[in-house]
């Protein structure tokens, strides 16, 4: 019961997002293959504006302290660092990675897409939350048995809040400039797919 | 409510779901679905508890565990997705069943496994590292963002040459 406002909260911000999702159609594969085969670039110039927004409102939450001051997460003896803060393993995150690409490619849906699909009645995403599960378990019962791949359960290599390493600690600069440089090339880059239409 | 309900533009969903992400991350953590389809291996073991004893020893440490907690968090996030796009489906006549044939099924599975592969190896989805990791600069999603991109640029470039090669 004391877990209740958190499963409130994840359950209606859910709901909320499955339905923009649903009635937007907000998914990687379709705008990734909108841009890139069809030359139709407005669901690319969403996904970067998403990006761009985030980015601020992201920072701008953070680092003003509401998360801190209003995050819930406490409750269930967690941070948020715990969600969002993966382990870096360079080689073995660009891997997957690429697979998640191709995979999303075949699937003709990523994670999104497979999630309103679902909710619209196409039996196909079923399928794919299957394989999803299969994958997921067949890693973990590999890394469970030590064939060599480093485990990603234990222990957080990099904290996110309070911040750990994060990509403006790597190149040691301000985290302000590392934000305006970001939101400035994400704006350079929807004028460029602009004049391209 | 009418205008609210119509956000098909991208643009304006793209603002949207900054929007609701910015209070997930505020009281929660940035929006993180694929959980789901990892949570639900927990059901097998939940039923396979009440038959065997032992199973309970083990369900007890990992129900404990905080990777439980994270799974569980984001299998309600995921469970909220799929309500609320049932919801939009069935209020703008989308929602029906839909059958696939072998091919597609034979895809739709194959794309799943190589993304809970990708997930497994990246700790995470694209949901996850593009609309939360990325725009709080974690080294991991801009790495996964990168790839994840190549990955499905490289996937869509072989299913267009193996097209061209039918239609020759």
């Not at chain 1, 990509?167 to 929807?190: E, K, N, Q």
């Not at chain 2, 997930?24 to 004893?53: E, R, T």
């Not at chain 2, 439980?68 to 939009?88: A, Q």
């Not at chain 2, 597609?104 to 996850?128: D, E, H, P, T």
Request: charged letters at 10%; a positive charge; aromatic letters at 14%.
């Amino acid at each position: 019961m004391i877990f209740l406002p958190i499963f409130f909260v994840v359950l209606i911000t859910g709901i909320i997002l499955g339905f923009i999702f649903e009635r937007s159609q907000f998914c990687t594969v379709r705008i990734l293959n909108n841009a890139f085969s069809m030359k139709a670039y407005e669901g690319l110039i969403g996904l970067i504006v998403l990006i761009l927004l985030s980015t601020i409102l992201f920072n701008l939450a953070l680092f003003s302290g509401i998360v801190a001051r209003f995050n819930i997460l406490h409750i269930m003896d967690l941070t948020p660092a715990a969600i969002c803060a993966p382990t870096f393993i360079p080689w073995m995150n660009f891997v997957g990675a690429f697979l998640f690409g191709v995979g999303m490619v075949f699937a003709g849906m990523c994670v999104a897409g497979m999630l309103f699909r679902m909710g619209e009645g196409y039996l196909s995403s079923f399928l794919t939350f299957l394989g999803i599960a299969l994958g997921f378990t067949m890693i973990s019962f590999l890394n469970e048995i030590r064939i060599g791949l480093p485990s990603f359960f234990a222990g957080i290599t990099h904290e996110l809040c309070p911040p750990g390493v994060m990509f403006y600690d790597i190149l040691g600069l301000d985290p302000i400039s590392i934000i305006i440089t970001f939101s400035a090339f994400y704006i350079a880059l929807i004028i460029v797919i602009k004049k391209m239409r | 409510m009418g205008s609210i309900l119509r956000i098909s533009n991208p643009i304006l969903a793209g603002v949207s779901i900054a929007i609701i992400n910015t209070l997930c991350l505020i009281f929660i953590a940035p929006y993180a679905p694929s959980g789901i389809a990892i949570g639900s291996l927990f059901v097998p073991l939940l039923f396979l508890s009440f038959f065997i004893q032992s199973m309970n020893i083990i369900l007890q440490s990992l129900v404990q565990s905080d990777a439980f907690k994270i799974f569980l968090i984001s299998s309600v996030w995921g469970i909220g997705t799929i309500i609320g796009s049932y919801m939009s489906a069935v209020t703008n006549g989308r929602f029906k069943f839909r059958r696939f044939n072998k091919l597609s099924g034979i895809r739709s599975l194959s794309g799943g496994l190589l993304m809970g592969i990708g997930i497994a190896l990246m700790s995470g989805c694209n949901v996850f590292h593009v609309f939360g990791g990325l725009p709080l600069f974690v080294p991991t999603s801009i790495l996964a963002t990168f790839g994840i991109v190549i990955g499905a640029l490289f996937a869509l470039r072989l299913y267009q040459m193996i097209l061209k090669s039918y239609e020759i």
